[in-house]
C-alpha cells in the first residue's frame, strides 16, 4: 500500500510530462493543470487541505521572487543588445575579415557562443546566424553539417553561462545561488569546452578548400523566402540581419565587455543588467541605432518586460508553486532514498543528480520543463541527503544549477525528439532550402554539446573537475553522505 501511495504522488509530474509531450501543450497551461492536480493528489494522500494547498505555493513562489525582477532585466538587455547593434557588431568583427570552407565551423561556434551571451538566447541566435553562416559555408564549399552543428552548438553556450539567459536565470533561482556565483564557478570549465569544441572543428575541417568569402557575400544570397519565414517566426533576427548588412561600429561590441567585467568584479545581477542597457543607450546614441529615446523605453526596454512577463515569470510563478506542493507531500522522498542506497560517495550523488538532470530533459523534451521541475529534486536531494558546511552546500548547489542548466540546452542537443532540435531543424530548412535537413544532422557532429555533456558528468563523477579553476566540488571528509535522509521539520 505504502509503496502504490508513492507512486500516486509521483503521477503529478508524470501528467506534466504527458501534456507536454503528448498534447504539446504550452507551458503557461500545462503548468496550472498540473498544479493543480497536484493539491488534488496531496489532499488524498498527506490531508493537504485546498488552502493550505494555496499557502504552499504562495510561499514557494516567494522563495524566487527576485528571479522574477532579473528576468525582465536580463529580456529587456536581450532586446536592447539585439536592437541597438551589440549582436551585430560582435558578427561582423567575424564576418569582415573573410572565412573559408576550414575556418567557418570554428569560427561559426566562436561568434555564435559570443553572440548568444550578449542576446542570451540561443533560438535567436541560432536564426540570426544560420542564413549568414549557411549561405556563406555554401559559397566557400564546406561541410554544411559541421557548420550547421557548429552553429548550434555555439548557440547554447551563452544560453548556458549568459547573465541574461532565462534558463542560467530561473536555474539559479531555483538552486537558491547567485547568477554570479555561479558563472564563476562554470567559467573556466564552459570556455574550456568552447575552446577544446574550436579545435577539434578545426582539426575535422583541415582538408577542405582555402578560398575565402566575406558576410556580405553570404547575405546576398539570402532568398526572399529566408527572410520572410524570420521575419514572420524570428523578427529580431531580421533587425539583426539588416545590422550585419548595413554595417555598425565596432565599438557597440562595448556594452557586453562592461557586463561582463562589472559581473566579475561581483556588481549584484541587477545592477550588471541595468548598467548594460545604459551603455548601449549612450553608445546606441552616437551610432544612430536608438531612433529615439521613447522608442528605446517603450520599445525595446518595455519590449523586453512584456515578454518575460507573458511567459517566463509566469510560467515560473506556476512551476514554481507546483513544486512547493509536490515537496509539502515528500512525493520525492522514495528517489532521494533509492540515490543515497546506490550512491557510495558524494560525487556519485552529485553525478545521478546529472543524470536526472539529462533524463528528465530526455522525458519532458524542454530544457525549461526539466529544469523546473527535475531542479528542486536534485536540490532536495543534496539537501536531504549531504551534510557539509555552509559554504561547501553552497557550492554542491552551484553545482546542481549547472547540471540543470547544461544538460538543459547542451543536452536538449543531443535528443532527438527535443523541441530543440525540431525548432534548428525548421530554422535550418527555411533558411537553406538546397538541403532537406533532419534531427541527426544537427546531432551527429555537435561537437560543442558531446564536450559539455560528456566532460561535465565525467569530471564530476572522477574529480577530475579540482584541476579545473573554480570547478572543484567539495571532497569528502569536508562533505558526507547522511546516513539516512534529513529529517524534515513539521
Not at 264 to 287: D, E, K, R, Y
Not at 300 to 314: P, Q, R, Y
Not at 375 to 400: A, C, K, Q
Request: proline share 4%.
Amino acid at each position: 500500500m505504502k509503496a502504490l501511495k508513492n507512486i500516486f504522488k509521483l503521477t503529478p509530474v508524470v501528467l506534466l510530462a504527458f501534456l507536454l509531450i503528448k498534447f504539446e501543450m504550452d507551458m503557461l497551461i500545462a503548468g496550472p493543470l498540473a498544479a493543480f492536480y497536484a493539491a488534488f493528489v496531496a489532499y488524498l494522500t498527506v490531508g493537504l487541505k485546498p488552502t493550505e494547498a494555496i499557502d504552499v505555493a504562495v510561499d514557494n513562489v516567494k522563495e524566487i521572487q527576485l528571479v522574477f525582477f532579473i528576468l525582465m532585466m536580463a529580456a529587456a538587455m536581450a532586446n536592447v543588445f539585439m536592437e541597438t547593434g551589440v549582436g551585430a557588431a560582435i558578427v561582423n568583427l567575424a564576418l569582415n575579415a573573410g572565412m573559408t570552407a576550414r575556418t567557418i565551423a570554428p569560427i561559426g561556434l566562436m561568434v555564435t557562443g559570443i553572440l548568444s551571451v550578449a542576446t542570451g538566447t540561443s533560438w535567436g541566435t541560432f536564426a540570426a546566424c544560420a542564413p549568414i553562416f549557411l549561405w556563406l559555408n555554401h559559397i566557400v564549399e564546406g561541410n554544411l553539417l559541421y557548420t550547421t552543428a557548429a552553429i548550434a552548438g555555439g548557440a547554447c553556450f551563452g544560453d548556458n553561462i549568459g547573465l541574461i539567459s532565462d534558463t542560467t536565470v530561473v536555474s539559479s533561482g531555483i538552486q537558491g545561488v547567485e547568477i554570479i556565483h555561479r558563472i564563476r564557478h562554470q567559467g573556466v570549465w564552459s570556455v574550456g569546452c568552447l575552446v577544446i569544441a574550436a579545435i577539434i572543428f578545426f582539426v575535422m575541417s583541415a582538408s577542405l578548400p582555402n578560398h575565402a568569402a566575406t558576410g556580405a557575400d553570404a547575405y546576398a544570397q539570402i532568398t526572399p523566402e529566408a527572410f520572410a519565414y524570420l521575419e514572420e517566426n524570428r523578427p529580431g533576427a531580421i533587425t539583426l540581419l539588416d545590422q550585419i548588412r548595413d554595417g555598425v561600429p565596432a565599438y557597440m561590441g562595448l556594452p557586453l565587455v562592461i557586463v561582463v567585467v562589472v559581473a566579475i568584479m561581483g556588481v549584484p545581477t541587477l545592477f550588471c543588467l541595468a548598467i548594460g542597457i545604459v551603455s548601449a543607450l549612450i553608445l546606441g546614441s552616437f551610432a544612430g541605432t536608438i531612433g529615439s529615446l521613447d522608442h528605446f523605453l517603450n520599445g525595446m526596454v518595455m519590449g523586453g518586460f512584456e515578454d518575460a512577463g507573458s511567459w517566463v515569470i509566469v510560467m515560473m510563478m506556476w512551476i514554481s508553486g507546483f513544486g512547493g506542493i509536490m515537496n509539502r507531500m515528500e512525493a520525492f522522498e522514495p528517489l532521494s532514498r533509492f540515490v543515497l542506497m546506490i550512491s557510495k560517495s558524494v560525487r556519485q550523488l552529485m553525478f545521478w543528480n546529472g543524470v536526472l538532470s539529462l533524463a528528465g530533459n530526455a522525458l519532458l523534451a524542454d530544457e525549461m520543463a526539466q529544469i523546473v521541475t527535475v531542479g528542486p529534486i536534485i536540490r532536495e536531494l543534496v539537501d536531504e541527503n549531504i551534510e557539509g558546511s555552509e559554504e561547501d552546500m553552497y557550492t554542491l548547489h552551484l553545482r546542481n544549477a549547472t547540471f540543470s542548466d547544461a544538460l538543459g540546452v547542451f543536452g536538449s542537443q543531443l535528443i532527438p525528439w527535443h523541441v530543440y532540435i525540431a525548432y534548428y531543424v525548421g530554422i535550418a530548412a527555411a533558411v537553406y532550402p538546397l538541403h532537406e535537413f533532419v534531427g541527426m544532422d544537427i546531432i551527429r557532429y555537435n561537437v560543442m554539446a558531446f564536450v559539455a555533456v560528456g566532460s561535465l558528468l565525467i569530471l564530476t563523477l572522477t574529480g577530475l573537475d579540482r584541476f579545473i579553476p573554480l570547478f572543484h566540488m567539495p571532497a569528502e571528509p569536508k562533505v558526507q553522505l547522511r546516513k539516512e535522509p534529513k529529517v524534515k521539520e513539521a
